[in-house]
């Protein structure tokens, strides 16, 4: 499976950005996908989730404010990020994983997509 991660870039802190993931490979489509991210100096951490089946999974800090949602005729998924903050800032992972359970943990993920970087300013 090859995931392709798009649209991040610099944003005003207050604005929104949406973020797209297109992931090729697998002929059924079934899966989980979801979005990571890694601040400066900092541990990569989970960011949102959604399975298969439609389960879905947010970090706290960003429920509320970050919206994932998949196109699974187009084997794509989507993270709209809304009212962002400064502590947004980071190069944000798209990740894969062939259970249709939804996880949060990276390990859990088999397939990675290269990191597109989101700057909010403030």
């Known amino acids: 499976v090859q995931l392709q991660a798009s649209g991040g870039g610099p944003v005003q802190a207050g604005g929104s950005l949406r973020l797209s993931c297109k992931a090729s490979?697998?002929?059924?489509?079934?899966?989980?996908l979801g979005w990571f991210r890694q601040a400066p100096g900092k541990e990569r951490e989970f960011v949102a989730a959604k399975s298969w089946s439609g389960t879905t999974l947010y970090a706290d800090s960003v429920k509320g404010r970050f919206t994932i949602a998949r196109d699974s005729d187009k084997n794509m998924v989507n993270l709209t990020m809304n009212n962002l903050k400064p502590e947004d800032t980071a190069v944000y992972y798209c990740?894969?994983?062939?259970?249709?359970?939804?996880?949060?943990?990276?390990?859990?993920?088999?397939?990675w997509g290269q990191g597109t970087l989101v700057t909010v300013s403030s």
């Open positions: 490979g697998r002929a059924d489509g079934r899966g989980t």
């Open positions: 990740a894969g994983r062939t259970t249709i359970r939804a996880s949060q943990y990276q390990a859990h993920y088999q397939f």
